[in-house]
DNA sequence: CGTCAGATTGATTCCCTTCAAGAAGAGTGG
DNA sequence: CCACTCTTCTTGAAGGGAATCAATCTGACG
């Protein structure tokens, strides 16, 4: 049986009006800080608020009874999430490392869109990416090696985090990658090590930085 | 390697103005009809049109450059599907059986979203719920096993299909049934044949029918 | 310096895939 | 209506990729 049992580390929820410096951008948003391991909100609970994402990672997942973890995404820079269809959240949502998020109401969310049709476009236009990543994903999960959902994963994050950079630093520990990508920390760590040998990567040891010495190759693995 | 290779199966991509009967609800598709394995669209294609499922049922899905496949959703009677955040599909989407579709044409898809707020509402749900399967899907492919990944599935298609009614016909075959669940088709047939053994589940010998006698059972595999 | 969470590495196991036949229908044409 | 064919489904045997079990190693931090 694979899959991350929840550790029971640092998971306070959130104070709400504790951390917020309100500040009014475009649609009055709140501005939320939260350290490592902090909870946004669990599945389950009511979806009053729906956030953007200024600074640093967070990753929205599910649980299985047993314990076994899903991360369907990691949320960074600009990424909108956690708006619902329903009035409940759906999945759980935390902070990766040090995270910066505005959170927008909910129940304002009609009116708002009523009126200004900027927000509304770019609100319909982040949860359609949100499925196309879904999706993707999907076919990660569903069909792809372990080598694969590696090569992939890395230069999605690649793209995502340094802008086409060679080196970057990566947000999350190994149990994230895991959980993200249906392996188990050893075979992350097994193919990460695997990819070193074969001069794809470079994995300094210390740290969570990396480096793509060879994008080609990655890519070829990757479809 | 898992994934079942892309037939080259009557694969003709369904005309359009030929087959489309003008009907105008509110908000003006076009009705149209696809007969099993007809292609609505392609990945790549230019997103023209975005469509709302009948009668019938239709797979979406993605393929790697090997021929491996996985179906991201069936859409069935009133599911809403083939809206892109670009201009692109980025899936292709096919007739499982013989299905009625309604083409909505994507250009004036902001018009009538400006106009229409209970179409918008119904188009943002839409796409909000399709992100909610897309999500619970991740789950199932990242971290069940071959059982659970089977009993989630028929339960799900029992409540979709007929209501919670214990009986009812499966629109698709058993490849499209793996290649949704990232499994084979051996490991389907295998995993039904025990669930059948076990007394979860009746197979008529003929046809695609199938009965749920034991939903207590399989809902315990399921979570 | 000791502790501890996280990462790596090795040995072994096992679930699912792959390979390989057969069986059962569905459709076709004589 | 019945051979014939093709597709789909089932079943069996064997193999493999990733999980599991088990240390060991490393850096971070008090």
Not at 181 to 189: P, R
Not at 200 to 218: E, Q, T
Request: include cysteine; charge should be neutral; glycine fraction near 8%.
């Amino acid at each position: 049986m694979q899959g991350h049992t929840a550790t029971a580390t640092a998971t306070r929820t959130a104070k709400f009006p504790a951390t917020i410096g309100l500040r009014s951008p475009m649609a009055a948003g709140m501005q939320m800080v939260l350290t490592r391991g902090e909870e946004l909100f669990a599945e389950g609970d009511e979806a009053e608020y729906f956030y953007k994402v200024v600074s640093g990672a967070i990753r929205s997942y599910k649980l299985l009874s047993d314990g076994r973890r899903q991360i369907d995404a990691f949320h960074l820079r600009g990424d909108i999430f956690g708006l619902e269809a329903g009035s409940e959240h759906r999945f759980s949502a935390e902070a990766v490392g040090d995270v910066q998020v505005i959170a927008y109401r909910r129940s304002r969310l009609s009116a708002i869109i009523e009126q200004d049709a900027v927000f509304r476009d770019r609100i319909m236009t982040a949860t359609l990416r949100n499925l196309q990543r879904a999706q993707d994903h999907m076919l990660l999960l569903g069909r792809k090696t372990a080598q694969e959902k590696l090569a992939t994963f890395l230069l999605d994050m690649a793209e995502r985090l340094s802008g086409d950079d060679e080196h970057f630093d990566l947000p999350m520990q190994r149990s994230d990658i895991a959980d993200h990508l249906g392996l188990t920390i050893e075979t992350v760590s097994r193919t990460l090590t695997q990819f070193t040998r074969s001069g794809l990567i470079r994995l300094p040891p210390a740290g969570r930085s990396i480096s793509l010495c060879n994008r080609m190759a990655l890519k070829r693995l990757d479809a």
